[in-house]
């Protein structure tokens, strides 16, 4: 049974567009959108015919751009409408505008350690996680990223050799580490996740592991055009140098 269950938490993996070596270690977690930008409300086109704006743009630009004409009501004022008013408009540092865009994220395959990491910034959230009290979690994938992957492998299959099979639940909770794969989908503003890349994509204070998972959602969240006007590109470095 454990063996079907770790068969089901590779191939969840391996849909997100992560990878997995060895049916057990996950060197490449899977991130990806949980929900294509929606369409505005018949309401909001209304709203945007009145105000001049482009009753077809985008979600994300129709709440933007509405937000950023609300503050002063004075649509006629602005120079330019659409994409490059919105963008205008956060150039001059106000964020506030994409405030509205809500995103939700599938992270699988990521270490424990890690999410505890995501989740430590206070930011306006919602997030479920694999329950370690389940029966997959006895039988669990572990995350082996980066350069050193042959070093966490051996370890780790020193551990399941001294260990296996485990006699209880608890146990396996206490004696797993902390790269133990685990499923996340998590929710914020897109804004808020601005907010998260930028204070963990630099090198000070952020383990490699964790600035890698960074990239991959600064990536996934930049594939939505109008995500790249909050977004910024993460950068082509390796963390572990």
């Given at each position: 049974?454990?063996?079907?269950l770790r ?9 997100a567009?992560?990878e997995v ?14 929900q294509?930008?929606g ?6 086109k209304?709203l ?6 482009d009753?077809e743009?985008s ?6 751009e ?5 503050t002063y009501?004075n ?6 409408t659409?994409a490059?008013?919105v ?14 865009t809500?995103?939700?994220?599938g ?16 930011l306006?959230s ?6 370690s009290?389940i ?5 669990p ?11 966490q492998?051996?370890r ?9 099979p485990?006699?209880h639940?608890e146990?396996?909770?206490?004696i797993w ?12 503003r ?9 204070k ?15 990239q991959?959602?600064?990536?996934v969240l930049?594939?939505v055009?109008?995500y ?10 390796d963390?572990?140098?």
């Amino acid at each position: 049974m454990s063996h079907a269950l770790r068969q089901q938490l590779i191939r969840a993996v391996e849909l997100a567009g992560g990878e997995v070596l060895l049916e057990r270690y996950v060197t490449k977690p899977g991130v990806f959108l949980c929900q294509e930008p929606g369409s505005p409300s018949s309401t909001i086109k209304e709203l945007a015919l009145h105000w001049g704006m482009d009753p077809e743009a985008s979600l994300f630009q129709t709440l933007a751009e509405s937000s950023a004409i609300l503050t002063y009501m004075n649509p006629s004022s602005r120079e330019h409408t659409g994409a490059d008013y919105v963008r205008a408009v956060l150039e001059r540092g106000h964020s506030s505008i994409a405030g509205q865009t809500f995103v939700s994220l599938g992270l699988f395959g990521i270490p424990l350690e890690i999410v505890v990491e995501l989740l430590s910034h206070g930011l306006d959230s919602t997030a479920r996680m694999t329950s370690s009290n389940i029966k997959a979690m006895d039988d669990p994938l572990f995350c082996v990223f980066g350069p050193h992957r042959q070093q966490q492998i051996d370890r780790l299959e020193k551990i399941l050799a001294l260990h296996w099979p485990l006699p209880h639940r608890e146990l396996s909770n206490s004696i797993w580490p902390s790269n133990r794969a685990v499923f996340l989908i998590m929710g914020m503003r897109l804004v808020d996740w601005a907010k998260l890349l930028a204070k963990r994509l630099p090198r000070a204070g952020n383990e490699a592991a964790l600035r890698y998972l960074c990239q991959h959602i600064s990536t996934v969240l930049r594939e939505v055009e109008d995500y790249r006007m909050v977004i910024e590109a993460p950068g082509d470095f390796d963390p572990w140098q």
